[in-house]
């Protein structure tokens, strides 16, 4: 079985690579997807009050009485029991373990203590609210404690307490929490009780009524704070126009008007299993608390979709904050702010080092100077504060209203002048130690431990975040900070709210004058487009036609390099066929200065990956490195592109391998099949080539040839796609320079089109072989055609997979074979549906004849609406996983490009599939799916 997101590649490939990915579909099949959630994170010591996680304060609910139910009471399954004996014999955990329905179960077994605690994290916060809904994600916090179809207002935390255990709940910007902390034998209550809160909140109106009048209280309480003020008031600056910008709690107006039906549309929408992680830490039997797991929470179904978040982009330069908020103080309170990137960054660890130095504690930079030496403050802090999409640097400091003026002008002047080459050796291994120890005390007791292992898994997939958060703390350089320094600390995305006690004369355009006088803003507006970073998506017009498109990511310290060419097999004659695919495998055995063993290892020092492919119509490069080898990949590129070696040692061995590809896939059923289905399909044009070649041709192809051919290819306009995290004016330059050298002319080929053959039947036989292989080929419009490629897009994900109609019918109800499923393969201006199945010989005329039914019926009557549904659903999900690497991302972006597209084509089919109904698929479906007219290629023993 392979995992849901190759699904994608295999079923709706744009012509390239595409015999080789179906064959690993179809032979392997499909899983069920999977989703992962990210949330941010939390140092508890130091930033729970900024980032305003808001927590049912008394500790428990009010009291009532009791009654216990239950959820799906399942015996959980030998094939689950297997799965998960499996994941426990894998070490001493945390073990995770995910539910059919997309639930993760993260379990630790720790016997310091007689305790257990059970937390239930849900994607859902107040950056997933409707702002008119502002504060509701708060509001069913608090309401879980008032009430289940089960237990009545109260009874959870009287269940709780009455065994000695303890309960709460948090809610964040991406987040919330339950969680209950019980003795080691009341195990199963404890989990009982966080999942029966989740899923079956009664959410009664009588009790909502009271229960918004303790919000309103709770957040005029807030408002009392000065640090709660001022962070409210710059979240809606620093992240103006984002779901951040307003308050977790939400507004007066907004939390007076939610309604139960509001709550319960909020938890239909968003409390998906697929959206959670339940954690179990504690002195416990790991197998015993997967099967509770299974029992609890495994009949649970997720319903709708679930889009991973996109960051919000670091907004550009622009100008200087100030607002000023008179009120009854005593101190002045002030509160500076800066945008960062979100908690995926690559940089966490380096603006968290930043932030310690600055302003981390009493031997900071900034409280040493401010605090101790000129005694201007009563506290100062720098702080950074990482939710899923975005961030914030934070400096916040209390101090006397007369000195005001003087430390805010001083402080612009030190923040103008920060040089981190003036930090010590003795300063910086301070930070990174005191870093690392309020990491690792955090699991001193076992609510820290299931609190950072729960963080780990369900906000940064897994353990290894942890490792390498530690790696990139440890190997932090000054240079790196001052880099980060400059790009964050900028004066021209600052944004400051101080409360002034009132009498005391403020004004804030006075206030915004001292920055400009005291740090002046740095030309980066003009300078970001070609400086150092990653900057914003763009496209860059190069001479003759090429281009070069950027794609910033910064989640990882890697890059992604995509170099594209219009070509492959359509420059070639019917004579050179396989040429096109021996100088993509040719091309990475060595360059002028690198033999081929030289290369290999060049690349593997640098944990690199290079590789060149050739496709029915495109050629392309593809790369991706650490972004700190940068500066050894780029010339290395280049040197591969424009002085390959071509050495006639390695020739042969490429002529060799080439062969023994066209023997292994003749020696497969499925890989005969799709070696012969393009030739058998088409009669003319490059899309009727055997793409590898036929051996006896492929063995004499000369040095000379490929040297002709690659000279013609690379001198063709090219499109260049970086993703991930870079210096854009490096590859700016390298993208020009390779341009000249290649004297590209803005010739590009022109790709004809094929014409459909005339045979309709083609059988082969592979003797000594056990089943038989049924390919149903009906030719559709192209690429071109959006609506059609929408809705052809639509009518494969109803019929693939193990829950499509060819499944459930030809395989679950006719017990026909292993694998049946429908693929789509388009170009530009061709392409087809296919219907596949494998099965016994005997049983082909039952298959086709379930093909046929198949068609009739999809004729006849429109698809079911849950059906249309599914596959929208489907389609997104799959785009989405299938998008998540940077190489698939830069990929897409030149494949579609050098022919012509727009990059977003794929999400724009899905979008036009979402509007696509029924009665639009069975128009399509009677215009191009002909039986009478079908393609029919069988694979026989």
């Known amino acids: 079985m392979v995992p849901q997101q190759n699904v994608k590649a295999v079923a709706v490939v744009k012509g390239f690579d595409f015999e080789k990915l179906c064959i690993l579909m179809l032979l392997c099949g499909v899983l069920l997807m999977s989703t992962s959630c990210k949330v941010e994170k939390i140092d508890a010591q130091k930033k729970e009050v900024v980032i305003g996680l808001v927590e049912n304060e008394s500790g428990a609910a009010p009291a009532g009485t009791a009654a216990v139910g239950s959820v799906a009471e399942e015996v959980a399954s030998a094939e689950l029991s297997a799965e998960i004996k499996k994941v426990l014999a894998s070490g001493d955990g945390p073990h995770v373990i995910k ?104 959410i009664d109106p009588e009790e909502l009524k009271s229960e918004r009048e303790v919000v309103l209280s709770e957040l005029e309480r807030g408002e009392d704070n000065p640090g709660s003020r001022i962070f409210k008031t710059l979240q809606s600056i620093v992240w103006k126009d984002t779901s951040y910008q307003w308050p977790i709690i939400g507004y007066r107006d907004t ?139 934070y400096v916040f400091a209390t101090l006397d209203a007369d000195k005001v003026d003087e430390f805010w002008k001083e402080l612009m002047i030190e923040l103008s002048t920060v040089d981190f080459k003036d930090f010590t050796d003795r300063e910086m291994d301070r930070v990174v130690l005191n870093l690392e120890d309020s990491l690792f005390l955090t699991k001193e007791t076992l609510s820290g431990m299931a609190s950072k292992l729960g963080y780990f898994q369900f906000f940064e997939d ?23 320094y400059e790009e964050y600390f900028d004066p021209g995305k600052l944004a400051a709210c101080m409360l002034i006690p009132e009498g005391v004369e403020a004004d804030p355009q006075s206030f915004e004058q001292a920055v400009a006088a005291n740090w002046p803003a740095k030309a980066k507006a003009a300078a970001q487009a ?62 002028e200065s690198l033999n081929a063993t030289e290369l290999e290892d060049f690349v593997s020092d640098r944990a690199a990956s290079l590789g060149a492919t050739a496709g029915r119509e495109v050629f392309a490069i593809n790369a991706k490195f650490p972004s700190r080898f940068t500066a050894d990949m780029l010339p290395l590129i280049s040197e591969m592109i424009t002085s390959p070696r071509f050495a006639p040692e390695e020739l042969d061995r490429a002529k060799q391998d080439q062969v023994s590809a066209i023997k292994r896939k003749e020696d497969r059923p499925l890989g005969l099949a799709f070696r012969n289905i393009f030739p058998f399909l088409y009669k003319d044009g490059s899309y009727s080539y055997f793409h590898l070649g036929m051996p006896d041709h492929v063995v004499k192809f000369s040095r000379e040839e490929i040297l002709a051919y690659w000279k013609k290819q690379s001198s063709r306009p090219f499109v260049i796609s970086i993703c991930g995290d870079y210096d854009r004016e490096e590859l700016v330059a390298f993208a020009k320079e390779l341009d000249g050298k290649l004297a590209v002319k803005d010739t590009a080929v022109s ?15 592979l003797p000594d072989r056990n089943q038989a292989h049924l390919m149903v080929v009906f030719p559709i419009p192209g690429m071109e055609d959006e609506q059609a490629t929408a809705g052809f897009s639509l009518l494969r994900a109803s019929l693939a997979g193990q829950s499509g109609l060819l499944f459930r019918d030809l395989r679950d109800k006719q017990g026909l074979g292993y694998t049946v499923t429908a693929f789509l393969w388009q170009a530009p201006k061709t392409g087809f549906m296919a219907f596949y199945i494998g099965t016994k010989p005997e049983q082909l005329e039952q298959a086709m ?29 799959e785009y989405y996983q299938e998008h998540q690497s940077l190489l698939s991302r830069s990929r897409e972006a030149a494949s579609l490009i050098v022919r012509g597209f727009q990059p977003d084509l794929d999400q724009k089919i899905i ?26 290629l069988t694979v026989k023993p």
């Not at 509160?335 to 380096?350: R, V």
């Not at 794609?551 to 070639?572: F, H, K, Q, R």
Request: hydrophobic share 35%; aromatic share 8%; proline share 5%.
């Open 911 to 936: 979008e036009q599939a979402s509007k696509t109904d029924a009665a639009q698929v069975r128009e399509l479906i009677n215009k191009y799916i002909d039986w009478d007219n079908k393609y029919t």
């Open 255 to 393: 939390v007076k008007g939610i309604s139960s039906e509001d709550i319960h549309a909020y938890i239909d929408r968003l409390y998906q299993p697929q959206s959670m992680l339940l954690s179990v830490v504690g002195k416990i039997d790991p197998e015993a608390v997967a099967k509770e797991a299974e029992r609890l929470c495994g009949s649970r179904k997720s319903v709708n979709p679930v889009v991973p978040p996109t960051a919000f982009p670091v907004p550009a330069t622009g100008k200087t904050t100030v607002k000023i908020v008179p009120g009854k103080w005593n101190k002045a309170y002030i509160g500076a702010a800066f945008p960062i990137p979100g908690l995926s960054s690559s940089q966490i660890a380096g603006l968290e080092t930043m932030c310690e130095l600055l302003g981390g504690g009493e031997t900071s930079r900034l409280y040493r100077k401010f605090k101790y030496e000129k005694r201007m403050v009563d506290s100062i802090s720098v702080s950074s504060l990482t939710l899923e999409r975005a961030g914030m640097l």
């Open 849 to 877: 004849a379930g093909f046929d039914k198949t068609v009739r019926m999809l004729k006849e009557e429109d698809l079911p609406k849950d059906e249309i549904l599914r596959a929208r659903n489907i389609l997104r999900g």
């Open 99 to 202: 539910l059919k329905n997309g639930m993760s179960v993260l379990i630790k077994e720790d016997d310091r203590f007689p305790l257990v605690n059970v937390r239930l994290f849900v994607h859902a916060g107040s950056a997933y609210e409707d702002p008119k809904q502002a504060g509701i994600s708060h509001l069913l916090e608090h309401m879980v404690f008032k009430g289940t179809e089960t237990r009545g207002p109260g009874e959870t935390a009287l269940e709780i307490e009455s065994v000695g255990g303890d309960m709460n709940a948090a809610t964040s910007f991406d987040y919330t929490v339950y969680y209950v902390e019980v003795p080691e034998n009341e195990w199963k209550l404890g989990m009982d009780i966080v999942t029966d809160m989740t899923f079956n909140a009664k």
């Open 462 to 484: 897994g353990q290894q975040a942890e490792e390498n958060y530690l790696y990139d703390l440890r190997n932090i350089n000054r240079e790196q900070l001052q880099k980060l």
């Open 751 to 765: 790709v004809p089109t094929s014409n459909w053959g005339g045979e309709k039947d083609l059988t082969m036989t």
């Open 530 to 591: 070609d400086a150092s970073g990653p900057g914003e998506a763009a496209t860059i017009e190069l001479s003759n036609g090429s281009k070069l498109v950027f794609i910033p990511d910064e989640t990882l310290p890697y890059t992604a390099m995509s170099m594209y060419w219009v070509g492959g097999d359509a420059d070639l004659t019917p004579e050179e066929q396989g040429l096109a695919a021996m100088v993509s495998q040719s091309l990475t055995r060595g360059t």
